[in-house]
């Protein structure tokens, strides 16, 4: 028999930390190995944490509400192999498999993987010579810094060509480096994004007040961070319309019945994807993000939809990925799918990762319009609401005017004014609610 | 039946073999596919082999010339070639022997046989007993170069000699003409010289190592070679051969006259192309350049993006270490990491005697660079006490720095060991070094490396071992101003 301590392995990318939410083993209990130990909530999700080995729980290290940091040990097993100092659980191989050249992880979160040409599925032959660039550019000649120096900025995904160095001779430090990828003098680590100085004023209550704090962290914690850093960065603007959608509801109803005995709920939510993806492929820059380090702006040839999802834990927003490709028979299962395990706190982290642009369904609660915040990196986010019966005014065949009750639904676009101008996007909002009103056009975009 | 890999490299020479044992410690299922020789040509009928022909050539030169200065008499003293050829195919096959221990060691799988890209994801191996299908996630093209022939003289290893050819004679020639004054030329034209052949460089430029090495150490070597017996004829054409005898008799034009140069053999080094007009690579859609060189980003990828060209094809320069750096980026590359090509400078060496070795910038080349100011000195090696011990003082230590900053920008040496001492140069080129980095460093006594040490402090205006300007004359003089030793 032997002892064997099991660390808190990698969660995820950037996540250094977890909250122990709770033990699914006792001291005593016999496991298997993969066979989960504990539910951890990083800032992203709750996630399963398995053991690596077989082996009888000795000691559990920590209890319900510890914050445990990745690489501390989390509990001991006595297993039958001989003794070995360590080792570390793990939840999903934390290797990244090329051939994408850039490991996200050199990069900060407002660039996500480095936007070099080639991560992004690259046609086959063909390219130009600027299709193969690769990014940072290597240094040039003329830049003083030692090799260790320059790999140093290449895994921060700096462009060490544009930093200016402090050493004699203007060489390029290593504090050089560290300093402009924000990390400041934290080691060679994962970078983290540095939130700009924000100030963060206390608050103090009347005396006696009856009032409760909790530590805001988890989950919450990330969203006050994301939704500050997005409205830090992003110059928001909000466009808004509505839309005669009596023709949608009248398909969809059609649909239904059809889904159902396909085994499927059949949602306003995958008809919307589908125009907005239609629609975007008309305006690209609303498929985009804009690189601030590299000051240039990335187009996405991929279309990864996310859609908000509101929680127990908090807002969360699912990933369909390459929605594109899916019908809407599959888009429906997906969300219905992923909606279900985002309440239950079971998503895997991947699935909340990647999206190029968002749809928040806020009509499923009420309200006929809200001015969302993007989810930062993307530059746009689609906003839909409730469908109301409404009265209009309609012109007849002989000119005369008559009133006509109609389903209107709301929808409204909230864009990054430095890449989207505000013509471009009402001309994207019209050209959206065109194919919204008459769902049949949808056709002429199936793939 | 296809086998199916992460990665395959295609040849197994000092790019492909280092490429594949970095991919396989990546965790990667690695295999490499050779048609010749493990190792390739530098292992085989290269680097490796030419050195120690060159070694041995040196030895019998020293016998003869230096021995009898310190105190020996060689009474009798006989050479035979075949047994040096075979102790210098003993060193290669240790040498290959240990690729193949290594590849195999790492869990390489060793494929024997001549690829051929089927399609940008399939080749199709002929070896020695059928065809095998070979499919991988990502391909390192890593086949090389081979040497250049020139109209009218098509090798036939027997008059007509390629460097392979001329490192295998397993007698020494009474005369060679060696077309080509390059450094292939001039190592293996040397090496026949140190042997007693009569030499004759037949070279088409004005001078010898054109564009390959600092013009002032190159000088060195030309008056060396001279005295050592080998003939030089620039700005010469070979226009044809016949044979003659038992040997070749080569039509030169020199000066818009033709002669006649009679040998017993005629090496032609004029270049290396590179071996881009094989495999496919043209029916996949690879892009090659016109001087033949495949087409790669900084990270090395070609225009298919999960294939990756490295060495001699990859492009200039067309040495096995620049091939060895490339084989472990292009190979990290693929296992996710964030690489490229940024090295400052490829050091290059010449086995000539005195040995030439450089590493950065020549002066034509900083100025070109937009370096208006260079601190330009030499150090020689007459003045080093290891130098003279060895009876080897031909030669210097040449630095060349920015003015402004007193940053190293190149270092070019002529002299002993010159290959062995330009490593320090190329970490402190790497480094972004000054001249008071070099020289404050404290260098051991007594070595040829204290040159590098000395050659600093000259190109500062102030070295201990030879005279120069005074100090404060010097700082009157300001920057820019160039020591002459």
């Known amino acids: 028999m032997a002892e064997k301590s099991i660390q808190l392995p990698e969660l995820g990318e950037g996540v250094t930390e977890g909250e122990l939410v709770r033990w699914l083993v006792k001291p005593g209990d016999k496991i298997e190995a993969d066979q989960p130990v504990a539910e951890m909530m990083t800032d992203k999700a709750t996630v399963e944490v398995p053991s690596p080995v077989a082996g009888v729980v000795k000691e559990l290290k920590g209890k319900?509400?510890?914050?445990?940091?990745?690489?501390?040990?989390?509990?001991?097993?006595?297993?039958?192999?001989?003794?070995?100092?360590?080792?570390?659980?793990?939840?999903?191989?934390?290797?990244?498999?090329?051939?994408?050249?850039?490991?996200?992880?050199?990069?900060?979160?407002?660039?996500?993987?480095?936007?070099?040409?080639?991560?992004?599925?690259?046609?086959?032959?063909?390219?130009?010579?600027?299709?193969?660039?690769?990014?940072?550019?290597?240094?040039?000649?003329?830049?003083?810094?030692?090799?260790?120096?320059?790999?140093?900025?290449?895994?921060?995904?700096?462009?060490?060509?544009?930093?200016?160095?402090t050493g004699i001779a203007g060489r390029v430090t290593r504090e050089d480096v560290l300093r402009s990828s924000g990390a400041g003098a934290t080691a060679a680590g994962a970078p983290v994004y540095q939130m700009p100085t924000i100030p963060r004023p206390s608050y103090t209550g009347p005396a006696g007040a009856a009032e409760e704090r909790v530590p805001l962290k988890g989950i919450r914690k990330k969203i006050a961070e994301n939704m500050q850093m997005s409205k830090h960065v992003i110059p928001h603007f909000t466009l808004m319309d509505e839309a005669n959608v009596t023709a949608l509801v009248e398909m969809r109803e059609e649909l239904k019945a059809q889904a159902e005995k396909l085994g499927t709920k059949i949602t306003y939510l995958p008809f919307v994807m589908k125009a907005l993806i239609a629609t975007v492929r008309d305006f690209p820059m609303f498929n985009a993000s804009i690189d601030d380090a590299a000051q240039e702006i990335v187009y996405k040839k991929y279309f990864n939809i996310g859609f908000a999802a509101d929680t127990p834990n908090g807002l969360l927003v699912p990933v369909i990925k390459n929605a594109d490709q899916k019908t809407i028979l599959q888009l429906s299962k997906e969300i219905l799918d992923l909606s279900k395990r985002a309440r239950e706190g079971k998503l895997a982290l991947d699935e909340m990762k990647g999206a190029t642009i968002t749809i928040t369904n806020i009509g499923s609660v009420g309200g006929t319009y809200a001015t969302p915040i993007i989810n930062h990196p993307e530059v746009a986010i689609l906003g839909m609401y409730k469908i109301v019966d409404k009265p209009v005014v309609k012109k007849g065949a002989d000119g005369s005017l008559e009133l006509d009750v109609i389903k209107s639904m709301n929808f409204t676009i909230t864009a990054d004014h430095r890449l989207i101008d505000g013509a471009v996007a009402a001309n994207f909002l019209k050209a959206f609610i065109s194919r919204i009103e008459n769902p049949g056009v949808l056709m002429l975009d199936m793939m | 039946m296809a086998q199916n890999f992460d990665v395959v490299v295609i040849g197994?020479?000092?790019?492909?073999?280092?490429?594949?044992?970095?991919?396989?410690?990546?965790?990667?299922?690695?295999?490499?596919?050779?048609?010749?020789?493990?190792?390739?040509?530098?292992?085989?009928?290269?680097?490796?082999?030419?050195?120690?022909?060159?070694?041995?050539?040196?030895?019998?030169?020293?016998?003869?010339?230096?021995?009898?200065?310190?105190?020996?008499?060689?009474?009798?003293?006989?050479?035979d070639m075949a047994q040096t050829q075979k102790w210098k195919q003993s060193v290669c096959d240790r040498m290959a022997g240990g690729v193949e221990q290594l590849l195999k060691g790492n869990g390489v799988t060793m494929i024997r046989g001549e690829a051929t890209f089927k399609t940008a994801h399939e080749l199709t191996v002929k070896t020695k007993t059928g065809t095998e299908t070979v499919m991988a996630k990502n391909f390192i093209l890593a086949t090389g170069s081979r040497p250049i022939e020139i109209p009218g003289f098509a090798f036939d290893e027997k008059f007509v000699l390629s460097s392979t050819g001329a490192l295998a004679l397993t007698e020494v020639p009474k005369s060679l003409i060696v077309i080509g004054g390059g450094y292939i030329g001039?190592?293996?034209?040397?090496?026949?010289?140190?042997?007693?052949?009569?030499?004759?460089?037949?070279?088409?430029?004005?001078?010898?190592?054109?564009?390959?090495?600092?013009?002032?150490?190159?000088?060195?070597?030309?008056?060396?070679?001279?005295?050592?017996?080998?003939?030089?004829?620039?700005?010469?054409?070979?226009?044809?051969?016949?044979?003659?005898?038992?040997?070749?008799?080569?039509?030169?034009?020199?000066?818009?006259?033709?002669?006649?140069?009679?040998?017993?053999?005629?090496?032609?080094?004029?270049?290396?192309?590179?071996?881009?007009?094989?495999?496919?690579?043209?029916?996949?859609?690879?892009?090659?350049?016109?001087?033949?060189?495949?087409?790669?980003?900084?990270?090395?990828?070609?225009?298919?993006?999960?294939?990756?060209?490295?060495?001699d094809i990859a492009g200039q320069p067309m040495l096995a270490h620049k091939a060895s750096h490339e084989g472990v980026l292009v190979a990290d590359v693929i296992a996710g990491q964030n690489r490229v090509y940024d090295a400052k400078t490829v050091p290059s060496v010449i086995f000539v005697e005195p040995e030439i070795a450089a590493a950065g910038v020549t002066e034509e080349e900083a100025k070109a660079k937009g370096y208006t100011e260079?601190?330009?000195?030499?150090?020689?090696?007459?003045?080093?006490?290891?130098?003279?011990?060895?009876?080897?003082?031909?030669?210097?230590?040449?630095?060349?720095?920015?003015?402004?900053?007193?940053?190293?920008?190149?270092?070019?040496?002529?002299?002993?060991?010159?290959?062995?001492?330009?490593?320090?140069?190329?970490?402190?080129?790497?480094?972004?070094?000054?001249?008071?980095?070099?020289?404050?460093?404290?260098?051991p006594h007594p070595t040829l490396g204290e040159t590098m040490m000395e050659a600093a402090e000259a190109t500062l205006g102030h070295a201990i071992h030879i005279i120069q300007r005074p100090l404060a004359a010097k700082s009157a003089g300001g920057a820019g101003a160039r020591a002459n030793v």
Request: glycine content about 10%; charged content about 20%; aromatic content about 4%.
């Open chain 2, 186 to 311: 001039l190592e293996i034209g040397g090496m026949y010289a140190n042997f007693g052949t009569k030499v004759t460089v037949v070279e088409a430029n004005k001078s010898l190592l054109m564009g390959l090495a600092d013009p002032e150490c190159v000088q060195v070597v030309q008056r060396r070679m001279k005295k050592n017996g080998v003939e030089f004829l620039l700005e010469a054409k070979a226009k044809g051969w016949t044979k003659s005898g038992n040997g070749v008799e080569v039509t030169v034009e020199v000066g818009g006259k033709e002669q006649k140069l009679k040998a017993d053999k005629v090496l032609v080094t004029v270049g290396r192309k590179p071996n881009s007009d094989q495999a496919n690579l043209k029916g996949i859609g690879l892009e090659i350049d016109a001087k033949g060189f495949v087409k790669v980003n900084a990270q090395r990828r070609t225009n298919i993006p999960h294939i990756f060209a490295i060495g």
């Open chain 2, 12 to 79: 197994a020479g000092p790019g492909g073999y280092v490429a594949a044992i970095r991919a396989a410690q990546h965790g990667k299922k690695t295999a490499v596919i050779e048609r010749e020789y493990m190792g390739g040509v530098c292992l085989n009928v290269g680097c490796i082999p030419s050195k120690a022909l060159i070694t041995a050539g040196h030895f019998l030169h020293r016998l003869e010339h230096q021995a009898p200065e310190m105190g020996f008499t060689v009474k009798s003293l006989s050479h």
């Open chain 1, 64 to 165: 319900e509400g510890d914050i445990i940091e990745v690489g501390q040990v989390m509990f001991v097993l006595e297993t039958d192999g001989a003794a070995t100092a360590s080792a570390s659980s793990h939840t999903k191989p934390a290797h990244s498999e090329a051939p994408a050249p850039a490991e996200a992880k050199a990069a900060l979160p407002s660039a996500p993987a480095a936007p070099t040409p080639q991560s992004a599925p690259a046609p086959m032959a063909a390219q130009t010579a600027g299709g193969m660039e690769v990014y940072p550019p290597p240094a040039d000649a003329k830049v003083l810094a030692t090799p260790a120096t320059r790999r140093l900025a290449r895994e921060l995904g700096i462009d060490i060509n544009t930093i200016k160095g």
């Open chain 2, 374 to 443: 260079l601190k330009v000195a030499k150090f020689p090696f007459g003045a080093n006490g290891r130098a003279v011990s060895l009876m080897e003082t031909d030669g210097f230590v040449k630095m060349i720095a920015d003015a402004k900053t007193n940053v190293l920008l190149g270092v070019h040496i002529v002299g002993p060991e010159a290959s062995n001492l330009i490593s320090e140069a190329a970490l402190a080129i790497e480094m972004g070094a000054r001249l008071e980095d070099v020289a404050l460093t404290i260098h």
